[in-house]
């Protein structure tokens, strides 16, 4: 014999509640008492009640969907991030579209444009380095909920990323305290906000330990083998190079291994490395690279958190998160060799 079909009104009997009380606690549609709350979910997990998810969709006038729209989808960083979003979006009841934007401000608008008409509740975005920031500009005129992520642009959006300046300031001071005077800088690509505050933060780091700033130690690059290789030659050329070097990201510090390697220099004994974003093979480097690591899971799930509450109706002032991250001493830094 079929088994009854558990419906609301049973839950709610169960429960000692209305069925308006468990409608709210399922679709969160207002604020419950713990109480309540604690009541209703286990009527329904004594009773076995399963929600209809196109229903609630149709009654909230939302799909379940929140849209991804990030950069270089296979850099282990954002990966890392993305697969947080992913998680405690599931745990929420929603599931994701991901889109690589390319860090092409035309491709970015058109992908978002593209997650919109899917009819996304809301979407999460790192920005690429358009200086017009067409894309921002066009979620805040659509109006669709949306928060920005490791990349800050000037909007009415919140953000979650890591705080940059603080972080290199400290890689700065950590070759400083080995006896580096001549440290170089490799950025990342140029019109990121991350990449801004991440050269702030290597300026901030020189006059802390009373290094004066040579501006010729600066090197830009786009994230590529062969962008990296040459900003590591122009500084292994200068006629006083750096004695150690500083990068933006964890693509630009693989590029400058290989680079210094092909140079015929060792690390750390002929010249110190570290940099930004950790990652899991670092420790498999020899030497063992001593990076910033990042707090991607927080980052991923604090950014999923803040858009379905946006989804939801918050309309308080934008927030920006700055999570801290965290120095990884390793081997790859060591007192500059005596010549």
């Known amino acids: 014999m079929a088994r009854a079909t558990v419906t609301i009104s049973d839950v709610a009997r169960r429960a000692r509640v209305s069925t308006s009380t468990v409608s709210h606690v399922i679709n969160g549609t207002r604020l419950v008492s713990p109480e309540k709350t604690a009541l209703v979910n286990e009527a329904i997990a004594a009773t076995g009640y399963q929600p209809n998810a196109l229903a609630r969709s149709l009654a909230r006038n939302v799909s379940n ?74 979620l805040e005129k659509s109006g669709i909920p949306t928060v920005l992520v490791d990349r800050f642009a000037e909007s009415a959006f919140d953000h979650v990323g890591v705080e940059n300046k603080q972080a290199v300031a400290n890689l700065v001071s950590h070759m400083a305290g080995l006896g580096h005077k001549r440290i170089g800088m490799i950025g990342a690509q140029a019109g990121f906000s991350t990449t801004r ?85 670092a420790d498999y480097f020899e030497p063992r690279l001593t990076l910033i690591a990042q707090p991607c899971n927080e980052i991923g799930h604090r950014a999923a958190q803040m858009l379905v509450e946006r989804i939801n109706g918050l309309s308080a002032a934008p927030r920006s998160v700055r999570l801290k991250s965290t120095l990884v001493v390793r081997d790859s830094c060591a007192a500059p060799a005596v010549s």
Request: glycine fraction near 8%.
């Open 197 to 281: 505050e991440r050269i702030e933060g290597y300026r901030l780091g020189l006059k802390r330990n009373g290094i004066d700033f040579d501006a010729d130690l600066v090197q830009p690059s786009n994230q590529n083998f062969e962008a990296t290789q040459n900003a590591v030659a122009t500084l292994l050329r200068l006629a006083n190079p750096p004695t150690g070097i500083i990068t933006g990201n964890n693509l630009t510090t693989i590029g400058a291994v290989a680079a210094i390697r092909k140079a015929g220099l060792r690390i750390p004994q002929d010249i110190s490395l570290a940099g930004f974003d950790d990652f899991e093979w």
């Open 65 to 138: 969907y929140v849209g991804i729209a990030i950069s270089a989808i296979t850099n282990p960083y954002f990966s890392d991030i993305i697969c947080a979003i992913e998680s405690e979006c599931a745990r929420l009841g929603l599931l994701v579209f991901l889109a690589d934007t390319r860090d092409e401000p035309g491709h970015e608008l058109a992908v978002v444009q593209a997650l919109q008409e899917r009819r996304v509740d809301g979407i999460i975005l790192a920005p690429c380095g358009d200086p017009e920031n067409k894309t921002v500009r066009y």
